[in-house]
């Protein structure tokens, strides 16, 4: 799959994962959703692109070491996502299960997405 590819298939992908919550905040739900989602929410989209992109030029510049750079910077996004849970968590006062089920929700969501070019990325490697 190609860089350019991948990223016009993200921001379709982030752009139909932003519309649920938009439409809860919108439609009255919004002690659904933590005052701060969108912040969340962008940091782990552009976490996302990042780790991404990286593999994908990792791919084409050494197409040996794919599935290590998948795996290195797949380590690097939960690392990231736990310190900036921490410090966010110690920053504001949230509703715990409110926060839990947005992060978790944007979270695995952009896990999935990570996956599927990955394998989407393997296949197209297999076909030739």
């Known amino acids: 799959m190609k860089i350019y590819q991948s990223i016009l ?3 379709w992908f982030t752009f139909i994962i932003a519309i649920p919550p938009y439409m809860l905040k919108s439609n009255g739900h919004a002690d ?8 969340i929410f962008f940091f782990l989209s552009g976490l996302t692109l990042l780790v991404v992109t990286s593999i ?7 197409p040996t070491m794919f599935s290590e750079a998948f795996m290195g910077a797949t380590v ?7 310190i900036f849970v921490v410090v ?3 920053k504001n006062k949230v ?4 926060f ?7 979270y695995f969501l952009n896990t999935v ?3 599927y070019i990955l394998l989407r990325t393997l296949r197209h490697k297999n076909l030739r």
């Open 56 to 62: 994908l030029i990792v791919r084409q510049m050494y």
């Open 9 to 11: 298939f993200f921001l």
């Open 100 to 106: 839990i089920g947005d992060f978790f929700y944007i």
């Open 113 to 115: 997405f990570e996956v």
């Open 95 to 98: 509703d715990k299960y409110v």
């Open 32 to 39: 659904l959703i933590t005052l701060q989602f969108w912040l």
């Open 88 to 90: 966010f968590l110690a």
């Open 76 to 82: 690097v996004k939960i690392l990231a996502c736990l």
